[in-house]
């Protein structure tokens, strides 16, 4: 897919052409409410057993099996037969959506893509990196244009695979799933996305599966967001920013595949969640099941900024925290809209507890007076000890719960307030 191809009359089929890739992650930089668009950047790609620990700064692709990542499209196709290109689009282009993700809290828009897993009960299949920070997500139907509110059932972070709800849709139409365990190197496949959030008509990218099993380091560049997926298959097909959550079709029109990624360095390949892997998670999103991997619905939110460490010692948390910037800022010094936060200037005298590194504006916490430099040592009658067990004892709530947190300030004095817990974000 090739940012500023016409959408006028369908969808444009060209091969992939990997010299002339955007950065998968790219966005708008523009002040005030800005859009992303998503597609995971490849930045390590590993054998399935390969260890995680020195890779993370790797930009090169390594295979994981037989297959050579740069298989010519054309010699693989030939081997498995011919891809309609234009007839799997019109299988598929019916059941896809593009979705938005309104990250309220940041100040941004997202925009990725999913596709229609069950009209009659309005599910939609998706990553979790596009909904990932969302307070509210709307989907829009690729055939009609209209957009419509979107409930977030749930999400695997892990996985990176999520759950949306539409409800009122008329015409809704799912797509026809098929087996990624019947995949092979050389199938021919078909990606279908939201190419840079333009909305319209899909964009779609011809390829071949060039490899299986696979493990890859991905991160989002516009929000920092790293992870390792598992069991990711490789393609040749052109996979863009904006595609990502999109369907991987096979030549019978059936999804086998969720576009999540792409990158490397002198093979440019893109990465897919097999459909096998997905639809489980899927099943228990649904059935409303939460488990140590699955979040049902979006968590309970405080709006408090902590920084990522176990330490019980606040002074130690404030030292070993590796998102604060040079910046200086104090108890009393308001709240922010954004989630990098300064050191503050001043601790409280706890011993133990969480360390505030900021307080997120209209959010309970800063509803309740919270602010930097203060340590919260309860929360609900719970002792809290660090900043992560302060996020398992809130990981205990549903929003909308009231809880009692006491504090203490940098000047040392307490205070203790009880606040009713906001919906989200998700991830």
């Not at 006491?406 to 205070?415: D, K, Q």
Request: overall charge neutral; proline content about 7%; hydrophobic content about 40%.
């Amino acid at each position: 897919m090739h940012e500023g191809d016409s959408r006028d009359g369908g969808a444009q089929i060209r091969p992939a052409e990997p010299s002339d890739r955007p950065a998968p992650g790219a966005g708008t930089g523009a002040p005030g409410w800005c859009r992303r668009w998503l597609t995971y950047l490849v930045v390590a790609a590993l054998s399935a057993t390969a260890g995680i620990g020195a890779t993370r700064a790797v930009q090169h692709l390594t295979a994981s099996g037989p297959a050579a990542p740069g298989m010519p499209g054309t010699a693989a196709a030939d081997r498995q037969g011919n891809l309609n290109d234009e007839a799997v689009y019109q299988a598929v282009e019916p059941g896809v959506v593009d979705v938005t993700s309104n990250l309220r809290y940041l100040q941004e828009t997202a925009k990725g893509t999913g596709f229609v897993i069950d009209a009659a009960a309005g599910l939609i299949l998706t990553n979790n990196h596009v909904i990932d920070g969302a307070t509210s997500v709307t989907v829009t139907p690729v055939t009609s244009g209209r957009s419509y509110p979107a409930r977030i059932l749930g999400y695997d972070r892990a996985d990176d695979v999520a759950l949306l709800q539409v409800r009122g849709v008329p015409r809704l139409k799912a797509v026809s799933i098929g087996s990624s365990a019947k995949v092979r190197v050389g199938t021919p496949v078909l990606a279908i996305g939201n190419e840079a959030g333009q909305g319209g008509s899909p964009t779609v990218a011809p390829g071949v599966i060039s490899n299986l099993d696979r493990t890859i380091v991905a991160t989002d560049q516009s929000s920092g967001l790293n992870e390792t997926l598992h069991g990711m298959m490789q393609t040749s097909a052109d996979i863009r920013p904006g595609d990502s959550g999109g369907p991987l079709a096979d030549a019978d029109g059936r999804v086998i595949g969720i576009n999540t990624a792409a990158g490397g360095n002198t093979v440019y390949s893109g990465y897919a969640i097999p459909i096998d892997q997905a639809m489980p998670i899927a099943r228990q999103i649904a059935a409303g099941r939460q488990g140590a991997r699955v979040q049902i619905g979006l968590p309970a939110f405080l709006g408090v900024l902590l920084p990522d460490s176990s330490s019980t010692s606040p002074q130690q948390q404030g030292r070993r925290d590796p998102h604060q910037t040079d910046a200086v800022s104090g108890s009393g010094s308001g709240c922010t809209s954004g989630d990098t936060t300064a050191a503050p200037a001043s601790i409280a005298p706890a011993g133990t507890g969480a360390l505030v590194n900021g307080v997120v504006c209209g959010t309970p916490a800063a509803q309740a007076g919270l602010f930097a430099g203060d340590v919260i040592t309860s929360a609900g009658g719970h002792a809290v000890t660090s900043p992560r067990s302060l996020t398992a004892i809130l990981g205990r709530y549903r929003p909308g719960s009231q809880v009692a947190l006491a504090w203490v300030a940098p000047g040392g004095s307490l205070h203790t307030a009880v606040v009713t817990l906001a919906a989200g974000p998700a991830g």
